[in-house]
């Protein structure tokens, strides 16, 4: 894994983003995996600005989102079609017809999951999928514990992912048990993984997913399997890296 670390949340967020529209410039219907909650904010709005403000179009991009929680409708307020809609797609010229984000509400959960991965299929696959990670290691919601061979399925969240999200919602009891989420074999079948990761509340989980062992105990040391994942942290999810010098030094001398 490349890790690439910055002095600020910012900093690595306008890093990864200019790695994302130079992608975009050469490619302009590219496929980006996409994920929610408070980390890739940052990314986002340095999309929103490029798109607005530096011609970088949108307009031919697709886009499948990480996960849903299984029974919140789309216009629930904590759903993450709704999250993508606010933060992301309803403030840029993404065609919404591109947008994927697995249905919460699907009346047959197994068809709609092996649908969902033979869209992306349909597609031509994830050319980049940004991750966020979890307190306990998660990517998507891929649980500690997860195969690491996983296609979209339904996934049962952790007690501590629960009170981690139960910020989303008015009551902590309102966050649901259950989720729809890409399968780490899912996100392994992308050709590129942007990890991000910021703050000192990750620094375990990130030291733990870069050079820790490769186990399911720890979901996000599945990308240590992918050819192409980097990792963008700021210095406080760096905290607990042990090559942290190393990873500076490679960056300064990488051709
Ligand atoms: P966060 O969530 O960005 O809200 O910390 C990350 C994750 O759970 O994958």
Known sequence: MEVIIQSTPEHAAHQAAVRIAQSIRRKPALVIGLATGSTPLR?????????????????????????????LPATHPASYRRFMQENFFG??????????????????IPLHCREYEERIKAAGGIDIQVLGIGSDGHIGFNE?????????????????????????????????????????????????????????????????????????????????????????????????????DYYDYAVKHSP
Do not use: W
Not at 57 to 70: C, G, K, R, V
Not at 91 to 108: K, Y
């Open 91 to 108: 403030r840029t010229n993404i065609n919404p017809q591109r947008t994927f984000v697995p249905d919460g509400m699907a009346a047959d």
């Open 144 to 244: 500690p514990t997860s195969s690491l061979a996983s296609r979209t399925r339904d996934k049962v969240l952790t007690e501590q992912t629960r009170r981690d999200n139960a910020r989303f919602f008015q009551k902590p009891e309102d966050v649901p048990y259950v989720c729809l989420t890409m399968g780490i074999g899912t996100i392994l079948d992308s050709r590129q993984c942007l990890l991000l990761a910021f703050g000192a509340h990750k620094a375990e989980a990130v030291a733990a997913a870069v050079e820790g062992p490769l186990t399911s105990m720890i979901p996000a040391s599945a990308l240590q399997l992918h050819a192409d994942a980097k990792v963008y942290v700021d210095e406080a999810a760096a905290a607990r890296l042990k090559l942290r």
């Open 43 to 71: 990314l986002y709005d340095e999309l929103v600005r490029m798109n607005r403000e530096e011609g970088l179009d949108l307009s031919q991009i697709t886009t499948f989102n990480l996960d849903e929680y299984l029974g």
